[in-house]
């Protein structure tokens, strides 16, 4: 129990540790819940319960049929990610109050603005693309080759393809 207390403790986890427990959270939700780990629809079901009082959303048949606003499986699953993060940083003495991680003030400087429109549009992209594919990174990446579908892999090779050339554009800057 000790070991264990030590490995929860610290700052950053094993991927292989960290990728395996993923894989028991993934099996057990299907298998209690009958649901499958993704997130991105959260988003669009917490809009739409915003967007209830509105006449137009109410009668959209996307809102209606396809994602229904509400507190879904999802929403609370995004909750539990983000309380989960929360309660790692403190329980490992990591939790901080950064506006701006030290990689980005490196590359690109101090100022905020630039930080918060990069992160806003790319969030924009991000979900506009999550929409287009029926899915996001978590539903297809993790969910998908839990199932062994061939598109989930082939996501994956793409994620790592696109994350690495990306990241060399962003970060052209440092030497």
């Known amino acids: 129990m000790t070991w264990l207390i030590t490995q929860i403790k610290k700052p950053a986890w094993s991927p292989y540790a960290a990728g395996a427990l993923l894989g028991v959270v993934s ?4 298998w209690t819940q009958d649901q499958l780990l993704g997130a991105s629809g959260a988003f669009e079901n917490v809009a739409g319960l915003a967007g209830a ?58 100022g ?9 549009l790319g969030g924009i992209i991000l979900e506009y693309g999550a929409g287009i594919a029926g899915g996001c990174t978590s539903g297809l990446a993790i969910s998908g080759s839990l199932q062994l579908a061939p598109a989930g892999f082939v996501f994956i090779a793409g994620l790592f393809a696109s994350g690495i050339a990306t990241s060399m554009v962003l970060h052209r800057r440092e030497k």
């Not at 099996?27 to 299907?30: E, G, K, R, S, V």
């Open 53 to 110: 009082v509105s006449s137009t959303i109410g009668e959209s048949i996307y809102f209606r049929f396809v994602m229904p606003p509400g507190i879904t499986w999802q929403v609370v699953l995004l909750l539990g990610v983000f309380l989960g993060a929360l309660a790692s940083s403190r329980v490992s003495g990591s939790f901080t109050w950064r506006h701006v991680p030290p990689g980005w003030e490196r590359v690109w400087g101090t």
């Open 27 to 30: 099996i057990l939700a299907l």
């Open 112 to 120: 905020r603005w630039k930080r918060w429109l990069i992160v806003f």
